[in-house]
């Protein structure tokens, strides 16, 4: 079938990594047999509106390219690109379903919709619901939005409970898919001397960073033998390269800034365990990558918790409680060999992989269409 995408954010030359995993799932559908294309806005241009057309592997990317202008104007300026493209590229294939990932894009999704008999789903991913940055008018719109949709799919349990009192239909739970290419590094931790920990993410206040370095610290006075490397970039780069200071492990934490999604795959594989402590977390990614590398993770009991850990894959600490995450880091860096890589990679596979995850969505949208 032919499913387009209808993405709130999306990879830009500029910014690769930032919505990498929508792109990552138009290509699994594309690969699973599916036709897919994507309609990506992009709000950088200096006047008008400009349609640039770029491929990724076999997915066309129809990028629109607009400037930013009170709400009104520039949905209409939208809109008409969006009627335009279907009177042109889409009329001889019109897609048969539309996928919109987060509220951001709802609104264009019930538009073409509308105007083209095209059903709609939303997968959310975000995780403002959780953090409170929504107003009472904001969730009453996104609402409405909900009920428009053919399914409403979250990425989690956590976060399907937290949308769920603003849908009229029961919420479905999809996860991100992770890329094959996390699949196929080896197996086989590194043995040495020193037990690395691995974390990846935003340095913001969300993602814990300065919870991590704190409980390192704590580790590392049963566990010296251990370092930690912290991979992205943010506003607290400077504030939390003091605290490593200040908390006398400076020389045993590496940030590295910003990295690529090939350069995660080679941290992920020479880890001996993954660490995210974050304060909000709707899926958390990273730890699902890090368990296709067949690596332990360690996290805080978020609303993606239940869907990441078990006994066989890692251990959990309570938000905040650096006691409790000092604890997970000196028993899995005390005992590197307690968790089975293939155990772990064959738990992500069975519900992380793209076979697994483009079945189910494949379900879902047959489903829709009466081909069930």
């Known amino acids: 079938m032919h499913i387009l995408v209808l993405p709130s954010w999306y990879p830009t030359p500029s910014d690769p990594i930032r919505g990498s995993f929508f792109a990552e799932q138009a290509e699994a559908l594309s690969r699973y047999g599916h036709k897919v294309s994507v309609i990506a806005l992009e709000r950088d241009a200096e006047s008008g509106i400009r349609t640039e057309v770029t491929r990724r592997g076999d ?6 390219h607009y400037a930013a202008l009170p709400f009104r104007l520039t949905f209409v300026r939208i809109a008409r690109a969006l009627t335009g493209l279907f009177s042109t590229v889409f009329r001889s294939e019109r897609p048969d379903i539309l996928h919109v990932h987060s509220f951001g894009a709802i609104r264009y999704a019930r538009l073409i919709s509308s105007l083209y008999r095209i059903p709609f789903v939303v997968t959310e991913h975000v995780s403002w619901f959780e953090r409170g940055l929504l107003s009472e008018k904001d969730l009453r719109g996104i609402s409405a939005d909900y009920r428009r ?9 956590g976060l399907a409970d937290r949308i769920a009192p603003l849908c009229a239909q029961p919420v479905r739970v999809v996860p991100n898919v992770v890329d094959d290419r996390f699949f196929r590094t080896d197996l086989e931790r590194a043995e040495g001397d020193v037990f690395h920990f691995l974390s990846i993410g935003s340095l913001d206040t969300n993602k814990g960073m300065d919870a991590l370095l704190r409980a390192f610290a704590g580790a590392r006075k049963t566990c010296p033998a251990t370092d930690l490397t912290i991979a992205g970039d943010g506003p607290e780069r400077e504030a939390l390269a003091a605290l490593a200071g200040e908390l006398g492990i400076a020389e045993a934490v590496r940030f590295t800034g910003r ?3 090939e350069k995660c795959a080679e941290l992920y594989a020479a880890c001996g365990a993954f660490v995210l402590a974050s304060r909000v977390e709707t899926f958390g990614l990273v730890l699902a990558e890090a368990m296709a590398c067949g690596r332990p993770v360690i996290m805080t009991d978020t609303g993606a918790r239940r ?10 600490a309570g938000i905040d409680d650096i006691g409790a995450l000092a604890r997970a880091m000196t028993v899995i ?4 060999h307690r968790y089975d890589p293939g155990k772990i990679r064959a738990y992500c596979a069975e519900r992380f992989s793209a076979r697994s995850v483009c079945g189910e ?4 949208y047959e489903e829709i269409l ?3």
Not at 59 to 64: A, G, S
Not at 149 to 157: C, E, N, W
Not at 307 to 316: I, R
Not at 361 to 364: A, C, F, G, S
């Open 59 to 64: 997915v066309t990317e129809y990028r629109l």
């Open 149 to 157: 949709a053919a399914a409403v799919i979250a990425v989690s349990r």
């Open 259 to 261: 990295v690529s999604r």
């Open 307 to 316: 869907d990441l850990v078990t006994e066989d894959t890692g251990l959990f």
């Open 333 to 336: 860096a005390g005992e590197p």
């Open 361 to 364: 969505l494949t379900k879902i």
């Open 370 to 372: 009466g081909r069930a």
